[in-house]
């Protein structure tokens, strides 16, 4: 899974070019009357998308922008309402719950077995759909019968098997592979099995025999997946009652449902037709389907009539119309202009934020236009880093010159330096960069409120009182201790709460040794590795330059804000390093220089894919999806894959070549010893990740173990650096949805959902929007204790109050 292209949070977007969207700019000055005033259709939606849909195969990509439009089209097993609560769409809601009658307090959709390790659910009847909204039989041809809704006309098991073939099939490519293999029983063994069959073809004389041969191992494996035999693959259905399915689970994951919101099991049509580029040759069986995809245009999804829960898809059509690099100033400028349904106000539009916040906190809390009321936002959970790389992979780029390739060289030794990484971290003022999202509401000498001091996101996990990020920061809070100083944390206040910073001129508390000890030690590095400093403009010392490269779309934002961050880097006293960052040409040359790892310093995000510290965790592992940004899939390889003759480094892995070997001032004698301290290093975090994962499933304990890694990772071995979440504490909306009538969960899909969500014709009132918030509050905290409550549509067999 590549990050800058998937389920990442890049460090894009924030451009202001507006393409095919036909907007009058409408002057916003002092009074903002017409906006309460303006009527609008309840039936149509409208809104924006960034990045055209890569691929109409769910079980081939993970980009967050495809799921804007997925969520509508193609179903999930289950999805989310705006209480939090996870509910059936593809399978019954109560399923579950009529199963365990005896137990007041389940609250599982399906019938969970042996602590989450296996689940149970009831399909509902499902059909598939053409781009025209016609029902299509399992050829793809428009069926004779376009009176049954959802009446035996699919199979959800057989679409979910589909899907697994698909994704598991390694010459697909599919970005979900690695989610199947970590889950769903027997689908690693089934991947491996296919993977070696087609290496030992590629290695043959491709005779007659050897096709017959490859075809054979395929198709052995390919069985195993319609067996229905859970011993061979972990997705199965009872003889008996068909629409029951199984999932049988490698580990006990108690948090499986969340995982179900998201689309990586979803059913597909058929896997016969690789990742589909063209929306008329997929196949939908969700809440809408679209009728226009035009790349760079307007994507238009129509209601599904034929979808089994229509009767709660209460708007008739969702609009989005391409906006090449969105910025927050044109999001709120295509609102007024009757363009869009809703906009979120952000401290980086000054304009639109002082006419519709005003200034100062009382203002935030209390803004001057009456229509704007507070959600979650899906955002909050998601955090952003900045990416330290091991392996440059300008390094083997012989299109560059000598000089350049040498220079990616002595960066990626330098970053292998502990006392280099613990310097970066806690040198770099966060707050000159992240004060770009936050200046209109951060106080004057304080360090940015949307500063992130974890890499796994608040809210993603917890265990009902302590949110897992606590867990984390009691564990920075040893370090502290252990190193002789004092912490003041609460529960209300812990130490690596949101905007607080635990980095900044903290490394003699985190590691005993002050800015000149590590400086020192720096230099001693750099001589012992015989690496080269160079000249640097504007500079009488030579240096050892980091490059860092940024998007062209950010030059008007985001940018000025990360070249001050690195010009205060650079001007430290004695400061041997030199942050150099270079604005690439495109926005596509910036994508592709980040996804192979062509610089040394990279900033990028990540989102979860479900409710466990996990989703987040297992991307930094060695086999995790950052090995490309980070270098560690270059710079080691396993036992089992690496074809080198290297003496073996680390108990599971190799280091790939004696190019990069560089010593530490704690071993200098062996030549790779401090190449090894980052290999061990990689290797401990990723070992205890797996043991914690696969054989503890207690919330408490879990999250215990799990904080201690992600302690190691970030505050003790210093492997990447936090920055800064994307979400205010406190997100204003101005919109024309019904307040509180969508989920705003950042697991899963359903924050892209509009299926039981309504449009007003007009902005509701502060008087009358209160009233809502207020209800919807005091649901949220009904619900969480009793599930049974407040259950409105379609997907609930009863309504209740």
Known sequence: MSILFKKTLGLLGLGLTTTLVSSSVVSCGTSLKYLMDRAVSTDVFKSIYTSNVTSWNTAYSMQAEDARIWANSFDT??????YGRIYGSLVESEYGEEQNTSD????????????????????????????QGKIVDQDGKVSSDQTKTGEGKASVIDGVRQAAWFALNPKNGSDVASLWTSFIKGASDIQKNISKAQAEFEKSEKTPEDTAKLNAAIKEEKEKIWSNNSDEFGITVSETTPELLTFDLTKKAPYFESLLTYSVFSPIFTADKGDIKDFTQAMYNASYYPTQANPNGKIILQKNEHYVLKDSTKINTLEFNYVDDASATKERILFESGSTTGFELKSDDLKG????????????????FEGAYPIVSPDASGSFLLVYNFYNSEIDDNSLKPDDRDRALDASKLLQSIDARTFLSTALDRTDFVRYFSKTIDEVGQPSQMLRNTYTGYGVASNGAKDYTQYVSDSYDEIIKSNGGSVTSSDADWSLKDGKDPYFNKSKDLTNKNNDELIKNINEYITLNNIKKRKVKGKSEEKVILKLILSPS??????????????????????PIFVQTKVLSSTDEYRT????GATDLFVSGWSPDYKDPSSFLETMTLWG???????TSRLFKSKVSAVETNEVEGSDYNITTDRLYAKSLDNPSDENSATKDVLKAYETYSNDFQKTDLEVAESNQRFSEFAETETQLLYKDFLTLTLYTKAMPTVWTVNYLTPYTKSYEAFGTGQYKY??????????GREQWKAAYKAYQDWKTIIAEDWYRNRHGAHWKEQTD
């Open 77 to 82: 097993f289950l999805s989310t309402d705006q």
């Open 104 to 131: 007041s307090n389940y609250s599982y959709v399906g019938d969970m077995k042996n602590e989450g390790q296996q689940w149970t659910y009831k399909t509902r009847p499902m059909t598939w759909v053409n781009y």
């Open 353 to 368: 934020w002082k006419n519709y916040i005003g200034q100062g906190k009382e203002a935030y809390e209390n803004p001057n």
């Open 554 to 575: 950010n030059n008007n934002s985001l940018n000025p804000y990360l070249n001050m961050m690195f010009k205060k880097f650079n001007e430290i006293k004695n400061n």
């Open 593 to 596: 220089n980040g996804s192979r």
């Open 625 to 631: 999806p950052y090995g490309a940004y980070n270098g």
């Open 755 to 764: 299926y039981n969500v309504t449009i007003n014709s007009k902005i509701l």
